[in-house]
C-alpha cells in the first residue's frame, strides 16, 4: 500500500533541490547546525548571555536566507527548538510530564506572546525561560542526599499544597530533623525555600499568562493573596501587579549556596 501519494513525493523532492541550489548563494548557512549545537550546549550549562549571542547568530542566518519572511520562520524555528530542548530534557531525567508540559507552555508563549516587533527580545526571554527550567531541575550537589531529594521532589511538586509536615512524611524523617539539615545544607529554613519557590515559578505565569493575581496566589497555595503580595514583594521587591505591568524587571532567582556545611 503507498503511504504518500507520488505527487508528494515528487514535490517534496523538487523543492528539496530548489533549496540546495538556493542555499549555495549564502555565505554562513553551512555554518547553522555547528552554531545550533553550541547554543544547545550554552543553554544545558546556564551560559544565558552566550545563549542568547549564539540565537542571535541564527536569526541572522536565517534573516539572510528568508529576508521579509524571516519572522514567520523565526518563529517556527523557535517552536522546533524549543522541542529539541524538552527532548534533551528527557534525555536528563526530567519527567515525561514536565518536559511535554515544558513544551506545550513554550509553544503557547510563542504564539500568543511574540510580537512581531519585538522578536529578537523575545529570543531572550526564551533563553532565560530554557535556562531558568533547566537550571531548576539541575540536580543539586549537597553532600546530603535526603537534602538533595527534597529539593527535587519540591521542584516536581511545587504546585501541590507542600509543607514541611507534608515532606518529612514523604521522606520519613521528623519534622524536625528535616527542617535543621535543610537549614545546614541550604542556608534558609524550607518554610522559606518553599516561598522561594513558588514566588520565581509564579513570575512566569504573571509574565506570559492571563491568570489574574487571585488565581496564581490559590495555585501556588498561599494562603490569600495579601500574603502571595507580601511574600513575592520581599524576594523580587516589586508587587506581582508592578511585576507583570513592568516589564523591565528581571526575574528574581534564589542562589543555592556553592559551599555549605559538612554532613552531620
Do not use: W
Not at 119 to 142: E, G, M
Amino acid at each position: 500500500m503507498q503511504l504518500f501519494p507520488h505527487s508528494i513525493s515528487e514535490t517534496i523532492s523538487k523543492r528539496y533541490f530548489q533549496e540546495i541550489d538556493s542555499i549555495n548563494q549564502y555565505n554562513g548557512i553551512e555554518d547553522f547546525y555547528s552554531i545550533e549545537s553550541k547554543l544547545l550546549f550554552e543553554i544545558f550549562h546556564l551560559e544565558s548571555a552566550k545563549a542568547k549571542k549564539s540565537l542571535h547568530e541564527i536569526i541572522d542566518i536565517l534573516s539572510i536566507r528568508f529576508g521579509k519572511q524571516v519572522i514567520k520562520v523565526v518563529r517556527n524555528y523557535f517552536v522546533i527548538l524549543s522541542s529539541v530542548v524538552a527532548r534533551k530534557l528527557l534525555d536528563n531525567q526530567v519527567p515525561s510530564k514536565k518536559a511535554f508540559a515544558f513544551n506545550l507552555a513554550c509553544a503557547d508563549m510563542i504564539e500568543n506572546n511574540m510580537k512581531d516587533a519585538e522578536f529578537l527580545q523575545f529570543a531572550d526571554d526564551l533563553i532565560d525561560f530554557y535556562v531558568y527550567f533547566i537550571a531548576d531541575r539541575k540536580q543539586p550537589t549537597f553532600r546530603h542526599q535526603t537534602v538533595n531529594k527534597v529539593i527535587m521532589y519540591i521542584n516536581d511538586e511545587l504546585e501541590n499544597d507542600l509543607t514541611v509536615e507534608s515532606i518529612a512524611q514523604k521522606f520519613h524523617i521528623s519534622t524536625s530533623h528535616l527542617s535543621r539539615i535543610f537549614r545546614e545544607h541550604v542556608g534558609i529554613t524550607l518554610v522559606e525555600y518553599l516561598n522561594v519557590r513558588r514566588v520565581e515559578e509564579s513570575q512566569y505565569y504573571l509574565r506570559h499568562t492571563n491568570k489574574s493575581i487571585t488565581s496564581i496566589s490559590d495555585q501556588f497555595h498561599f494562603c490569600n493573596q495579601s500574603y502571595f503580595t507580601r511574600i513575592f514583594k520581599k524576594y523580587t521587591g516589586v508587587t506581582p501587579k508592578h511585576f507583570r505591568d513592568e516589564l523591565h524587571h528581571e526575574f528574581y532567582r534564589f542562589e543555592i549556596p556553592e559551599v555549605e556545611l559538612e554532613n552531620v
